[in-house]
């Protein structure tokens, strides 16, 4: 059983998901299209920027190039092949294809943080993969070869961003808003110089796309990728990319609800599945190795007592 402390926990951490999951809806109703690079742009780099102003605390040492790759696998890379993604495929076959993306980070604990996988934990990614194809069953027919590659691409790239930042943790003292920031903003300027290579001059926006990129920069990515880390801090790194499912299942509800699409039978099933695997990956098996045990502030320190003092701290936040 889970405390009603974890619980609350996972529950905040599952709203960067679920935000997320209006990213696709958002991107072909409201935004200029065929440009993922600018979208990944406006996206990213003004929250990182209004984040850094907020935090006023700038990476020191090794962080600045830890920071670097964090922000090129979370946000420089994942962001253009999301869009890209979006643009060229349609419905939720993005986030179907995507939703391999606990299989990779199960395959990656392993390797960088000494997890061995358990049958439960890829039997479970499977369910959700499979019950994620179902949701967006009605799609398959149009699949985008190069749209199918860029999202299964943004899969592996957050995949190894998430592993990697459970691994590598946060400097003494430093909060999970202020490494949002230095991911958000170093991402943000490595997408820069090549939208405007790629795509010219920025495109002419209405008052619809002004407001879409409000909502991805505000709420889909300034508030969402700080309770994303903030939950990788404090869950596993399973836990959390278990919670990766609710994305597309929250973008076929915003299909339902707002574009007038339908939902069958089988896509409620699909659905079920998908929901119940995300319940299943909370239950975390316990750490076999230091390195699963790690708090995330502090790698040097008795992982049982700073997961409990962290947990704290995030609640009084």
Known sequence: MLSAGRTTLIALTAL???????????????????????TGLARALPAGLLL??????????????????????????FFPLLFLSAYRLPGGMAAVVGS???????????????Q??????VLTGVVAAFGVSLV????????????????????????????????????????PLALTAWQLTAGGLLIAPVALLAEGAPPALDGAAVGGYLHLALANTAVAYWLWFRGIGRLSATQVTF????????????????????????????????????????RAPRARTGTEAVPFSSPSRNGRKDSMDLTGQGLRR
């Open 16 to 38: 960067a998901p679920v935000s997320w999951g209006t990213t696709y809806a958002v991107t072909t109703e409201f935004l200029p299209p065929d440009r993922p690079l600018f």
């Open 52 to 77: 850094l102003a907020l935090t006023r605390v700038l990476p020191r040492g090794a962080w600045w190039w830890k920071a670097a790759v964090l922000g090129a696998l979370n946000i420089g890379a």
């Open 100 to 114: 391999v993306g606990p299989l990779f980070v199960v395959g990656l604990s392993a390797l960088l943080l000494g």
């Open 116 to 121: 061995r996988p358990t049958t439960r934990a």
């Open 136 to 175: 967006v069953l009605k799609a398959a027919g149009g699949l985008d070869a190069l749209g199918a590659l860029a999202a299964l691409a943004s899969a592996g790239s957050m995949s190894t961003g998430t592993v990697l930042t459970k691994r590598w943790g946060r400097p003494e003292g430093v909060g």
């Open 243 to 282: 919670l990766g499912p609710l994305s597309p299942l929250t973008a076929a509800v915003v299909g339902w609800a707002a574009l007038g699409e339908t939902l069958t039978p089988v896509q409620l099933a699909g659905m079920a599945l998908a929901f119940a695997a995300t319940v299943a990956g909370q």
